[in-house]
């Protein structure tokens, strides 16, 4: 019986997060049609915490995220489409809590986008393949770059090395 009574409650939740969602898409209006589609099938094809973060530009809580203190060795990918993002070797704890690299993969990885929300001036980083929103790019890394690629776990999909 509690059983019950507990899934019910989470299927509600879950629902009335969805319907959340939808609204906010539908919401935007400079959105295109064919904008609209692509985010309705990521909205299937993704969790809510990766759609919210990767589709609609949300950043994860520091400390949470399931890659935060990964050292395994590997290509992180991107968690919409594959596209390899990052390498492992170039992964360094930056003691922000999100998972930090000195350099991305290649030149197909990542396009960079200045971002002036929430009233500050950073450089936004997306999937180049994609679009998908990974995080942001800031000038306080470690040498050879000086570059940290401060990136959501949830963004990411590690491949590792075997
Ligand atoms: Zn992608």
């Known amino acids: 019986m509690m059983m019950i009574v507990r ?14 969602h939808y609204n906010e898409l539908f919401r935007v209006k400079s959105m295109t049609d064919k904008e609209r589609d692509e985010n309705a099938q990521w909205h299937d094809k993704l ?37 390899p993002l990052f390498d492992s070797t170039t992964k ?9 690299f000195w350099e991305v993969l290649s030149e197909q990885s990542v396009t960079e986008h200045v971002d002036v929300s929430h009233g ?6 997306t999937c180049k393949s994609c679009d998908a929103h990974l995080g942001h790019v800031f000038e ?23």
Do not use: H
């Open 7 to 20: 899934q019910s409650f989470g299927y509600a939740a879950l629902n009335a997060y969805n319907t959340r």
């Open 120 to 125: 500050m001036r950073r450089v936004e980083v």
């Open 140 to 162: 306080d890394g470690p040498q050879p770059t000086g570059l940290r690629y401060c990136i959501n776990s949830a963004a990411l999909d590690l491949k590792e090395r075997s």
């Open 47 to 83: 969790t809510p915490e990766q759609f919210n973060i990767c589709r609609l530009k949300a950043t994860e809580p520091p400390f949470t995220g399931k890659y935060a203190d990964c050292k395994k060795d590997g290509i992180y990918q991107c968690i919409c489409c594959g596209n």
């Open 92 to 100: 360094y704890d930056s003691g922000s809590g999100w998972p930090s």
